[in-house]
């Protein structure tokens, strides 16, 4: 009777210690989706600005140079970029910047023109919004094609035993029926010694 309880005894161990997967998480800060790839418009609203904290202000023109706030230019993967406000939508403008003169920046390439309306503040929650836009076009486009294989698996997973739904390790399972066979031998062959 004691093989049989000792048997028990460890197999109900093996399962608690090992008999389960640890569970993974990922607790993230917000930068997790910086993606390879073009940057993209951001449509406009109130709720977003409030959200993110955007203001905006007209480009200027000073001795024939165009010039935004140096608070305006994100660095996007070492390349200026900056946001137009045009009805709607805030746009990336790539630019080439020249010398700064306090807090303003001057625009050399003429992608920014006077008046243009120019995200001055919250570009960089704009430009982080406008990567996670990004990521999820991206997720939509490719989830009519995993269709198909998606509905395979979830009909393969209603299939999976129910010790792998619960997220048991079938090696320890395995070990623990070993475990309580062998005990339950033990004790067959000691009963059959007194009889």
């Known amino acids: 009777m004691r093989a049989l309880l000792l048997a028990g005894g460890l ?6 210690l090992g008999g389960f997967s640890p569970a993974m998480a990922h607790v993230g800060h ?17 709720e977003i600005d409030s959200m993110l904290g955007i203001t905006t202000a007209p ?12 608070a305006a230019v994100v660095d996007a993967d070492g390349k200026p970029l900056a946001f137009v406000k045009s009805g709607t939508t805030y746009d990336p403008v790539f630019l080439k910047t020249g ?11 003429g992608s920014i023109s006077p008046g243009d309306d120019v995200v001055t ?12 836009s990004q990521s999820a076009v991206a997720a939509s486009e490719a989830a009519p094609a995993a269709s198909a294989p998606t509905a395979a698996a979830d009909a393969a997973a209603s299939q ?30 000691r009963l059959g010694k007194k009889n």
């Open 99 to 109: 010398a700064s003169q306090g807090d303003q920046i001057a625009i050399t390439d």
């Open 121 to 132: 503040q919250g570009a960089l929650s704009l430009y982080a919004e406008s990567k996670k």
């Open 59 to 70: 480009a200027t023109e000073t001795g024939g140079v165009v010039s935004i706030p140096v």
């Open 11 to 16: 197999s109900l161990g093996s399962l608690a």
């Open 30 to 46: 917000g930068d997790e989706f910086q993606q390879q790839g073009n940057v993209r418009q951001v449509k406009a609203s109130a």
């Open 160 to 189: 999976a035993t129910p010790a792998a739904a619960a997220g048991l390790n079938p090696l320890v399972i395995g070990a623990g029926a070993v475990v309580v066979a062998a005990g339950a031998g033990v004790v067959v062959s």
